[in-house]
């Protein structure tokens, strides 16, 4: 019994940044029919906007939250503005799409390394008290990491299933011609839905920057993972990948409990294959 | 100049796998991000086999080239018949597990700590990397003979049949799941095979190699090359590991201090190479190879050719 609440309390810590990930990831995905493997990108600045704000300027580290979060947002609407619009509007096909995207990937990653260097950086915490919760030990900033991932979750969760943002967006992925002749503006949704995704990736950044350390690799390190839950939750799914990415934590905590860490890495891609297998890439 | 023969050894690795990706995505449209997966089996494989059951050389490459070959057959039936993009997340999350593996079966791949060393499959003289050269030189130049061929064979025509249109080439009464599926499997092997041949080349063994980012370079040589053209993988290989790992790292005066960039730099220049190609001329710079005629290249034909009887 205290092995399963371990792992659903350990998976739910180490999801969290997953979750903001996978809902972003699958957004974009489900808006322009592509896999952005660049998104791993606004997961990595994220967490260097923070570096920006928390260790360069001094901020704390609460403060340095929002600003990295909308910065990644603004760097996200850049990259599609820049590349990604113009080469959807030249009918670059899907495959083509991702491997633009590992290119896109490519230019931003080392063009950061170029400019930071490949050294590991470090948050400044804000100070750690650990408390005991329902039994279980954590720490004030796992706890508020988790509530805040559990908010902005929620938030996305609201905006895309009901506001008139999320309808459109549904609109467009579905017929662009039929959302177009009814009047909804596909350039300023898109914008929007880039601009929210990139937020989303940069806080998932964040988050894993201050549990872990920061790297220019941090992004690309997850993208997998990210891919996979996305794919298995069903296509623009925020409800299912919200769920795919617990799961997918929970599990995670629970074979490296038992087992190597190792293992729960390659019995989770198992899985991911055998769902693949059962069901393929389908669209939410 | 031995390093520049381990360079060129390497490079004709790459150009080797990029042509088989060029059969895999170009002609039969299955996009396989596991490149390094199949490459590695083979790699780990070889060394396994050679360093751990004193199997010859020979003997050892093609175990391991059998060993990714049936890995590509289960893969194949669990999903090659899915959507592309749940086939390139398989293959993606495929290539991981292998590396994964190889980092946590110690007693057998001596996980990071390195597996080795792999000899020459002959004697020891001076010249015997050299040699081990024109060995891969002949291994290649076979691989893109047959290729070419390929393309302009029966097989060839159902392979890009099914790229184009599987539903039509199924209701033409061709078998398009067990097309696909064997040559998968075949080039897949290949590439177990290439990983095989690579294990001399570089000695010692670890995880390392098993990065996806030779998948990646592999994909980034070919898509600029040309994907649908035969020669694209060569001209792409060159243009990327050619230019950068062997010419720029080699002879390009980089004062030391900037040098430990340069490996960053030359995967940024990959990227923006890679975007200018999609973005200005997403064919690749051959652009597509048109079926071989005989009134001449590129040029559609109203009439069904008829099939060459021989040669």
């Not at chain 1, 872990?212 to 997998?224: D, H, K, R």
């Not at chain 2, 130049?141 to 390929?150: C, D, G, P």
């Not at chain 2, 064997?182 to 001399?200: R, W």
């Not at chain 2, 649908?228 to 001209?235: D, K, Q, R, T, V």
């Amino acid at each position: 019994m205290s092995l399963l609440l371990d792992s659903v309390f350990i998976g739910l810590l180490q999801a969290s940044p997953l979750i903001l990930a996978a809902m972003g990831f699958t957004l974009i995905y489900y808006l322009n029919g592509f896999m952005n493997i660049a998104y791993a990108e606004s997961v990595t600045y994220g967490a260097y906007f923070a570096i920006l704000f928390n260790v360069v300027l001094g901020a704390n580290f609460y403060a340095a939250i929002g600003p990295s979060m909308l910065l990644s947002g603004v760097m996200s609407v850049a990259v599609y503005l820049a590349i990604f619009r113009p080469a959807l509007n030249r009918g670059v096909g899907p495959t083509e799409m991702i491997i633009l995207s590992v290119g896109v990937s490519f230019l931003l990653r080392y063009g950061l390394v170029l400019v930071v260097g490949t050294e590991n950086l470090f948050l400044n915490e804000p100070p750690i008290r650990y408390m005991t919760f329902l039994g279980l030990g954590a720490t004030n900033l796992q706890l508020a990491a988790l509530v805040l991932v559990f908010l902005v979750a929620g938030l996305l969760y609201w905006m895309i299933y009901n506001t008139g943002l999320g309808e459109q967006m549904r609109g467009l992925a579905n017929n662009q011609e039929l959302a177009m002749a009814s009047g909804i503006d596909p350039h300023r949704t898109s914008v929007a839905i880039w601009f929210i995704a990139g937020c989303a990736g940069g806080l998932s950044g964040v988050f894993s920057g201050v549990f872990t350390q920061v790297t220019p690799y941090m992004g690309w390190n997850v993208i997998l993972i990210t891919m996979l839950v996305t794919i298995v939750a069903g296509i623009g799914s925020v409800r299912g990948a919200l769920v795919a990415s617990v799961v997918a934590g929970i599990l995670t905590a629970f074979i490296t409990l038992v087992t190597k860490p190792l293992y729960a890495e390659v019995a989770l891609l198992l899985a991911f294959i055998g769902v693949l297998t059962y069901r393929g890439a389908r669209t939410a | 100049m031995d390093y520049l023969i381990f360079s060129f050894s390497l490079m004709l690795i790459y150009i080797g796998l990029a042509q088989l990706l060029h059969i895999q995505f170009g002609l039969a449209g299955i996009p396989n991000f596991g490149v390094v997966g199949f490459w590695g089996l083979g790699l780990y494989g070889t060394g396994v086999l050679y360093v751990n059951y004193d199997v010859p050389l020979v003997p050892a490459i093609a175990i391991a080239a059998l060993i990714a070959a049936g890995a590509a057959y289960v893969l194949a039936r669990l999903i090659l018949q899915k959507s592309g993009q749940a086939i390139l997340a398989a293959t993606l999350a495929f290539a991981t597990i292998v590396a994964l593996l190889v980092i946590s079966e110690k007693q057998l791949t001596g996980g990071v700590i390195g597996l080795g060393t792999i000899g020459y499959p002959f004697g020891d003289f001076s010249e015997r990397n050299v040699v081990y050269g024109g060995i891969l030189i002949a291994v290649v130049a076979a691989l893109i003979w047959v290729s070419a061929r390929l393309r302009d064979s029966r097989l060839g025509r159902v392979l890009i049949a099914i790229r184009d249109n599987e539903e039509l080439a199924a209701s033409l009464g061709k078998d398009t799941a067990a097309t696909k599926r064997m040559i998968f499997v075949v080039t897949c092997g290949l590439m177990g095979v290439l990983g095989g041949l690579s294990a001399p080349l570089h000695q010692f063994l670890v995880p390392y190699h098993l990065a996806p980012s030779l998948t990646f370079a592999v994909w980034i040589a070919l898509v600029l090359g040309g994907k649908g053209h035969n020669f694209g993988a060569i001209i792409g290989v060159f243009l990327t590991f050619g230019l950068f790992d062997i010419l720029i790292e080699t002879y390009a005066p980089v004062p030391t201090e900037q040098a430990i960039l340069l490996p960053n730099f030359k995967l940024f220049c990959y990227g923006l190479l890679l975007v200018g190609i999609i973005m200005f001329r997403p064919a690749g710079l051959l652009g597509e190879d048109g079926p071989h005629t005989r009134s001449g290249r590129d040029t559609p034909r109203p009439a069904p050719e008829p099939a060459p009887k021989e040669s």
